[in-house]
């Protein structure tokens, strides 16, 4: 059963960064496509970026130049680089195969003063 451990959550101000990290037990990790999601209370769940098992990425429009998603195959782990951070970052994040599987706990994020 694949499972996902996200960590590196917490309470930052506006204008700062944190870096998330997702351990994945999935067998042939390295060939899937992984995403980072969020869920903002209120909202859908969503996917804010993802990376192909070559390095290829792609980001929503709210996280575009603010967020950078990495993987290291051999580690089976996936990262996201979040810099720039708004209130409205504020979420609970989720990494997961893209599409996705069954999910995993979440980490928090809130950014605010």
């Known amino acids: 059963q694949v499972q996902f451990v996200e960590s590196g959550g917490g309470l930052v101000q506006p204008g700062g960064s944190l870096r998330l990290s997702c351990a994945a037990s999935?067998?042939?990790?390295?060939?899937?496509?992984m995403g980072w999601y969020r869920q903002a209370p209120g909202k859908q769940r969503e996917l804010i970026a993802n990376?192909?098992?070559?390095?290829?990425?792609n980001y929503a429009d709210s996280v575009k130049g603010r967020f950078t998603i990495s993987r290291d195959n051999a580690k089976k782990t996936v990262h996201l680089q979040m810099n720039s951070l708004k209130p409205e970052d504020t979420a609970l994040y989720y990494c997961?195969?893209?599409?996705?599987?069954?999910w995993g706990q979440g980490t928090q994020v809130t950014v605010s003063s």
């Open positions: 990376i192909t098992s070559g390095g290829s990425t």
């Open positions: 999935a067998s042939y990790f390295r060939l899937y496509v």
């Open positions: 997961n195969f893209d599409p996705p599987l069954p």
